[in-house]
């Protein structure tokens, strides 16, 4: 049960980004919007240091083997694959060009809504990792540590739930509707999530790798996305508050909890 609830708390988090769409006006606020993309951003970089890389070394020096290979390996092919993923799937950037019209409009935020939804594959696979890696009774990752990832990610979540559904209902969808299709964004991070902990007697001797590649799949989308994002045009100094408060907030989480 403890591991059920682990794997939704950052579907959790989505959902309740999604929701801002009942109590906010049509569009977030500019300066709450780099706030919040700057924390996502803090949270993301110290999670894939404490929860992500760290265990990954330490459990690289268990097995022997040179510790900075796995988390080098693991951490550019995670880069890569989101490369990859970008080439088939252009990411769309918030303050992208208006476009004319309702119905490109639609098209701009069904991009966003499959953009997001594919990033959230590998934050999905980070949290299963974690809790596949505490399963195995791996000594470097504790159940407290994984549920501290599961949280940040959930942070982190929490203004992409509401980056999709804000923009649908100003484009005229329902309050109901933007929130369903807001919230159905992150459902592949808990399906994500099970399938790498079905495959735990498997993965087990790859840990180090595969923690590695979900750091590398998250500091990409934080440099690629989050960053410019969150520093493009006025106030960028809120965003680096935020990703100050973010980064702190998540360190304590894991180093208190892990």
């Known amino acids: 049960m403890n591991v059920v609830i682990g794997l939704m708390i950052p579907f959790i988090g989505t959902a309740l980004g999604s929701s801002m769409v009942f109590f906010m006006k049509d569009k977030m606020n500019k300066k709450v919007q780099k706030l919040l993309l700057g924390f996502a951003a803090g949270v993301m970089i110290a999670?894939?240091?404490?929860?992500?890389?760290?265990?990954?070394?330490n459990m690289a020096e268990e097995q022997n083997i040179i510790s900075w290979i796995p988390a080098s390996i693991g951490f550019m092919l995670g880069v890569i694959f989101l490369l990859i993923l970008d080439s088939?799937?252009?990411?769309?950037?918030?303050?992208a060009e208006k476009p004319e019209g309702f119905k490109s409009k639609?098209?701009?935020?069904?991009?966003l809504i499959l953009a997001v939804t594919l990033h959230n594959i590998p934050e999905g696979m980070a949290v299963g990792i974690v809790f596949a890696g505490a399963l195995s009774q791996n000594f470097q990752i504790t159940l407290a540590g994984a549920f501290a990832l599961a949280i940040g990610i959930a942070i982190q979540n929490f203004?992409?739930?509401?980056?999709?559904s804000m923009p649908?209902?100003?484009?005229?969808?329902?309050?109901?509707?933007?929130?369903?299709?807001?919230?159905?964004?992150?459902?592949?991070?808990?399906?994500?999530?099970?399938?790498?902990?079905?495959?735990?007697?498997?993965?087990?001797?790859?840990?180090?790798?595969?923690?590695?590649?979900?750091?590398?799949?998250?500091?990409?989308?934080?440099?690629e996305e989050l960053i410019p994002e969150s520093q493009a045009g006025v106030h960028s100094n809120i965003a680096t508050v935020g990703v100050?408060?973010?980064?702190?907030?998540m360190m304590i989480l894991d180093i208190a909890l892990g």
């Open 88 to 95: 088939i799937v252009p990411h769309l950037h918030l303050e």
């Open 159 to 164: 203004p992409e739930g509401a980056i999709i």
């Open 168 to 223: 649908l209902k100003s484009e005229g969808m329902s309050k109901s509707k933007a929130f369903i299709y807001g919230t159905l964004s992150g459902i592949v991070e808990p399906i994500g999530a099970v399938m790498t902990i079905l495959l735990t007697n498997i993965i087990t001797p790859f840990l180090p790798y595969l923690l590695s590649f979900a750091a590398g799949a998250m500091i990409y989308v934080v440099v």
């Open 47 to 57: 999670a894939s240091i404490w929860s992500l890389i760290m265990p990954a070394i």
């Open 244 to 249: 100050a408060i973010g980064f702190v907030l």
């Open 106 to 111: 639609l098209k701009n935020t069904t991009k």
